[in-house]
């Protein structure tokens, strides 16, 4: 039983970014057929930002009304619409109409707002519920979390990309003139198509509503001996909700006295200086407006000149170096304000690497080159992984420090997210300050 329990908590953890993490990685496909072009990450992370309506709308019900918002009333309709979602999408994604004169992939902005919406919401309600579980279940969840960012990864790099190659026009043609032909690019197709990926995307997503289904109805069905489940009660929320440390007791009841304990614990704890926690608010900001916001807006034009297959693999890669961080981060804490500073520092440099491609594009460093490729994957696999630790850390310290400061963390992650997709839009979109550039007809100097 306790085994079951463990496969369904990783289950139903890849449910919570699943929907997200696969639109990146399936982008270096996408973006040769949408209209957008290589400016399409800059609007799906405008839109992602704009689906956190729903962590604040139920964040304001806790606050408003506690202990009246029960988790599965959220999760069931949410990963429904997640399902829908993917399935919508695999239909629609390359279906364009025209907006103010220009064409535009309406359907596929609409559907990514609500799969958006439905990772974002999933981070103030999967937990929650989660914590009715005894605490080995939960960080088997946080496994499942891992995952759904890990397996996404694995199957676009196994859906490989079309190799691009030169073609003379005149070849196409079919007709020689003896003058200098024009050449265009040509993408083979992938192992299985976009639309595959999308339906794999929603049975992921299926599997993590199953799974949550079963979860929810355990309590009802058996006895777990002494590791019974917590009743899924408003009070047992509310209490997760206040007090995430806490354990539950043989009979299912929440311990608290341990809980109290805890607290006690945490609030003898040292507490930091001003300019200490000032810090550690400026690395929050910094830290998601680089990765969610500055960098993502980007990828396109510091990868794409390098080749499809340098794009893919970055993109690819970095979904896996993510969860790959957040289990470092696990095993190997490491709180020094110093170390998260230095390792900010170090990932900073790899994310400028990757803007100053940006900006030289479509004639960036080394282009042409094995070397190039491969130095333009690993500064984005190191840029992911470095920050990605960062955050996790930065997110232990706020934790062990009080409730509020979890809660200011949050806001201060929003904010971030929000200043660096604010300041790209503009720059890519209206001031087009990024170039792209065909790989057959671009001519750069050597």
């Known amino acids: 039983m306790a085994l079951l329990v463990h496969l369904l908590a990783c289950a139903f953890g890849l449910g919570s970014w699943v929907a997200v993490n696969g639109l990146w990685v399936q982008l270096p496909l996408i973006v040769n057929t949408l209209p957008e072009g290589w400016e399409l990450p800059s609007y799906l992370t405008v839109i992602i930002q704009l689906a956190n309506l729903g962590p604040l709308l139920v964040t304001v019900m806790h606050k408003v009304c506690p202990g009246r918002l029960k988790e599965h009333f959220v999760i069931y309709p949410i990963l429904s619409v997640g399902v829908l979602s993917c399935i919508l999408l695999a239909f629609l994604w390359d279906k364009t109409t025209i907006v103010a004169g220009e064409s535009h992939s309406t359907a596929f902005f609409i559907l990514t707002f609500f799969l958006s919406l439905v990772d974002c919401t999933s981070s103030v309600t999967f937990l929650p519920f989660m914590m009715q579980l005894p605490a080995k279940y939960v960080t088997t969840y946080f496994i499942g979390e891992g995952l759904s960012g890990f397996i996404p990864g694995i199957v676009a790099l196994a859906q490989g990309v079309g190799i691009a190659k030169c073609v003379n026009s005149s070849d196409t043609a079919g007709n020689h003139t003896g003058g200098s032909a024009a050449s265009h690019t040509v993408y083979l197709p992938p192992n299985f198509s976009t639309e595959v990926f999308f339906f794999f995307l929603a049975a992921m997503t299926c599997i993590s509503l199953a799974a949550f289904f079963a979860l929810n109805r355990l309590p009802r069905i058996y006895e777990l001996a002494t590791e019974n489940l917590v009743p899924d009660t408003a009070a047992s929320v509310s209490s997760g909700l206040e007090n995430p440390g806490a354990e539950t007791d043989g009979e299912g009841v929440k311990c608290q006295d341990e809980g109290a304990a805890k607290s006690r614990h945490l609030l003898a704890s040292p507490k930091h200086t001003m300019y200490q926690l000032t810090f550690i608010y400026f690395l929050v900001v910094c830290v998601n407006a680089t990765t969610n916001g500055l960098l993502p807006s980007v990828q396109t034009y510091s990868c794409m ?142």
């Open 305 to 446: 000149p390098y080749g499809n297959l340098a794009y893919h693999l970055s993109a690819a890669l970095s979904s896996v170096a993510n969860p790959v961080a957040c289990t470092i981060a696990m095993f190997f804490q490491n709180r020094s304000l110093v170390f998260l500073g230095v390792l900010m520092v170090l990932g900073t440099g790899f994310g400028s690497y990757n803007m100053a491609m940006a900006a030289l594009s479509p004639c960036p460093l080394l282009q042409g080159s094995v070397v190039g490729e491969t130095i333009i994957v690993l500064s984005w696999l190191f840029f992911t992984g470095t920050l990605t630790y960062v955050k996790v850390m930065v997110g232990v310290i706020l934790r062990d420090r009080s409730h509020s400061a979890l809660v200011w963390c949050g806001a201060a992650s929003q904010m971030g997210s929000l200043i660096g997709s604010v300041t790209m839009f503009p720059l890519v979109n209206v001031y087009q300050l990024f170039k792209s550039g065909d790989l057959c007809n671009t001519k750069c100097p050597l």
